[in-house]
């Protein structure tokens, strides 16, 4: 038997100093070649200029005031503004607290009539439609008359009043009124998401004299792809803004471009210390350079600012509490909608009602061949309408009030000797209730290529850590309007035999 044996062999770099200063002070053997590098590089062009070192600045912040949905200062502005009543009240709590309170009332010798259909449980998304029994919503509201001891719904008791509904079904989009001191902040066709400082619009102007004084030191404005203030840095090629082309018809990218490469190093920010659901107005700024010398700061100039709310003044801006990574969950509700152009018509189809899909539409019959009676004549069938599929609802143009609208209507099944209506909507996305008069929609809340209408249910965080549910609906736009083949009058052809 052959043993082989493997021989390694290492080169290892015996160092000659046992002092790693001078190894990390990492000298330079002919320093005239760097200064001349930097001559011809042009480093030792200076300006006689300077860089800030400290700011101070006054500030002042008033209070967004209060609606029926919660307060702007703690509750997130999306839970607010997209609330509905009775968020409180989730499938589980209806269940749970319908069932506690039916039990503490049968302890306590209360007949609650079981035949109150009103009483019972119904409407509840998927998983909770195969609960029944007592709603422990529909008790709450009735306990007085039903002589239900509040104590019997458990110990966190509803809220006393419910949130307003600021949904507006004619324009597919929420609107909602705040005041904050004297300023009027108006948020319109809101679509559902993240709501900011740019989803409202002011009118009025916040106080500008006063305010808590603060001292912070600036920094420079840092992002991906900025040049570095200094000549042997590194940059971080992570984004190239230069790479990006200009438009040729925009000649403002261009200089915008060239703005942020060659002047982003002159660039300095500092932090402002703000409370959400305020609005902060800087009443003045000073800012001290390198030699000491003192600059006040003019506010920006009319029509430019990066951060500016429609209508309120230049040195303020609206801080929202704004829900961040909400967690959101399974669509509820799901409802397409979009103007078809040949039948004159505009269709809302319910996809998706309290959690369960809606049927498809039925496909279309294959072609019957034709057939010849004795007389020789094509057999033919007389339709006076083209059937609907279910969950679609037309809409047709009627002027209300002096003006043009999108009213809901009613299909009818004409295959019958009697028309018989086809059922009504049932998603709360075209029910307006509690009245339920008839929908109507704005056409210009219908684009061309038709939108999608979603209902969920949201959970956030306030800023005192609790936890906030509201029930959001939020639109989208499609590809395409929901559309299909409406034929009046039509003859098919007749099947062999019939």
Known sequence: ?????????????????????????????????????????????????????????????????????????????????ESEPFDWWTPGRRVGLGRLAADAAGQAGVAIPADDRDLLLAGLPVPYDTFTGFDGRALW???????????????????????????????????????????????????????????????????????????????????????LPRWWQIEDSAVDIGGYPPDRSHFATLLLIDLIVNQSDDWFDFPVDALAGHIVTLTSVTVVDSFGDKWKLAPPADGWSLYATEGLGRESLVVWAAAATPLSGPVLDEVTVGVDEDANLAWAVERRVTGRDV????????????????????????????????????????PVDGRRRFVQARAADLTGPVPVLMPEPVSDLLVVAPTHPVHQVEPAAIPVDGLRLERRAMLARATDGSPVLWTQRRRAPLLTPPAFRLHFDALTPQPPGA
């Open 359 to 398: 049927g498809s539409p039925p496909d279309p019959p294959p072609p019957v061949p034709e057939t010849v009676d004795a007389s020789g004549r094509l057999g033919h069938t007389y339709e006076a309408a083209t059937r609907t599929p279910p969950g679609w609802h037309p809409y047709v143009i009627k």
């Open 141 to 227: 509201a009735r306990r007085e008359e039903l002589g239900l001891d509040p104590s019997w719904f458990g110990p966190a008791a509803p809220p006393e009043r419910e949130p307003e509904d600021l949904w507006d079904p004619t324009e597919f989009g929420y609107s909602a009124d705040f005041t904050a001191g004297g300023v009027d902040l108006a948020v319109r066709r809101h679509d559902g998401g993240d709501l900011d400082w740019y989803s409202a619009d002011a009118s009025g102007t916040a106080a500008a004299k006063g305010g808590e004084k603060r001292q912070v030191y600036p920094g420079r404005v840092r992002y991906p792809g900025a040049p």
């Open 1 to 81: 038997m052959a043993i082989i044996y493997d021989l390694v062999r290492r080169i290892t770099a015996t160092p000659r100093l046992d002092d790693l200063a001078r190894g990390f002070a990492a000298e330079v053997a002919d320093p005239a070649w760097l200064l001349g590098r930097q001559w011809q590089l042009g480093e030792h062009q200076g300006e006689d200029a300077s860089s800030p070192v400290r700011v101070h600045y006054a500030c002042r912040q008033t209070p967004i005031e209060p609606l029926s949905g919660g307060d702007p200062v703690t509750t997130p502005a999306e839970a607010i503004v």
